[in-house]
Nanobody, 119 residues
Framework: QAQLVESGGGLVQAGGSLRLSCAGP????????MGWFRQAPGEDRHIVAR????????YYADSVKGRFSISRARDMNTICLQMNSLKPEDTAVYFC????????????WGQGTQVTVSS
């Protein structure tokens, strides 16, 4: 079964930086895109950033534009989310997801990693 494994979450002060990584589900996995989502307590899960696998086009939610950057590693099996100028409202569980070729939505998800930004 395809799996994604996130790492890099933690506790940071406002204004600080964190880098999240997501590995999987294998370089032979055919994907349309990969993305990062986040879910704060009591809220729905929202997309934060996305990268198309063919072409590398990126998308960012308005709330993180200019502060977060999504990238794809050379191994073609890992993505990263560089988060700078973090704010308390960025506190959430961050999930990595992949959209398989032929699927209309993200269908492979990681377990999530907690990011907490203190004021």
């Amino acid at each position: 079964q395809a799996q994604l494994v996130e790492s890099g979450g933690g506790l940071v002060q406002a204004g600080g930086s964190l880098r999240l990584s997501c590995a999987g589900p294998g370089s032979t996995f055919s994907r349309v895109a990969m993305g990062w989502f986040r879910q704060a307590p009591g809220e729905d899960r929202h997309i934060v950033a996305r990268i198309r696998w063919s072409g590398g086009e990126t998308y960012y939610a308005d709330s993180v534009k200019g502060r977060f950057s999504i990238s794809r590693a050379r191994d073609m099996n890992t993505i990263c989310l560089q988060m700078n100028s973090l704010k308390p409202e960025d506190t959430a569980v961050y999930f990595c997801a992949a959209q398989r070729v032929g699927e209309r939505e993200y269908d492979v998800w990681g377990q999530g990693t907690q990011v907490t930004v203190s004021s």
